[in-house]
């Protein structure tokens, strides 16, 4: 078992031949296609993988990731905390034939001669990742909590005079 940073190069055949376990994190410098996407890692991120041949020897990937990161609140739109995780069952193929003929069980797993596990954790952060972020509590900006105040204000204004315009008054004065 390997802990620390994840190796960049490795042949995952040769990996799952010798049932090889692998523990690893990865920096935000390692996931260069999160920081495209406009989402950063808080702090690094935390990986498992278990390399191992199934019954009809396949070579077999199991992996875990879990890793906090920092989105846009879709409500309030200011920054929050995001704990991704993410456990996937991948078998490593080399054609899209062979992915096609994959039981639903596992996950295809396109790869080369070598492979960078980095990539793969930044793929299986980019799948777990929620579509529309909001806060679990009810979250507003002091200019949401102002602007819905303002709102409440002018209803209670109507309703003690007692008059409302009518919405039909504007054709009433076209008519005549």
């Given at each position: 078992m390997k802990t620390g940073a994840l190796p960049k190069q490795l042949d995952l055949r040769g990996?799952?031949?010798?049932?090889?376990?692998?523990?690893?994190?990865?920096?935000?410098?390692?996931?260069?296609?999160?920081?495209?996407?406009g989402i950063?890692?808080?702090d690094s991120g935390s990986a498992a993988f278990d390399f191992r041949r199934d019954e009809e020897a396949r070579y077999v990937v199991a992996v875990c990731?879990?890793?906090?990161?920092?989105?846009?609140c879709q409500r309030c739109l200011s920054d929050m905390d995001?704990?991704?995780?993410?456990?996937?069952?991948m078998a490593c193929v080399w054609t899209d034939e062979e992915a096609a003929?994959?039981?639903?069980?596992?996950?295809?797993?396109?790869?080369?001669?070598?492979a960078d596990l980095?990539?793969?954790?930044e793929e299986e952060i980019l799948l777990a990742i929620p579509v529309?972020?909001?806060?679990?509590k009810e979250c507003k900006s002091a200019e949401q909590r102002a602007a819905l105040e303002t709102d409440t204000e002018e209803p209670a204004a109507v309703e003690e005079t007692g008059e409302r315009d009518s919405p039909f008054a504007v054709l009433e004065r076209l008519k005549s």
């Open positions: 990996l799952a031949a010798r049932g090889v376990n692998i523990e690893g994190t990865v920096s935000p410098e390692d996931l260069p296609r999160l920081a495209d996407s950063a890692i808080a990731v879990e890793a906090k990161v920092v989105m846009q995001v704990l991704v995780k993410s456990a996937s069952l003929a994959l039981p639903a069980t596992y996950e295809p797993l396109l790869v080369d001669d070598t980095s990539d793969i954790v529309s972020p909001i806060h679990e």
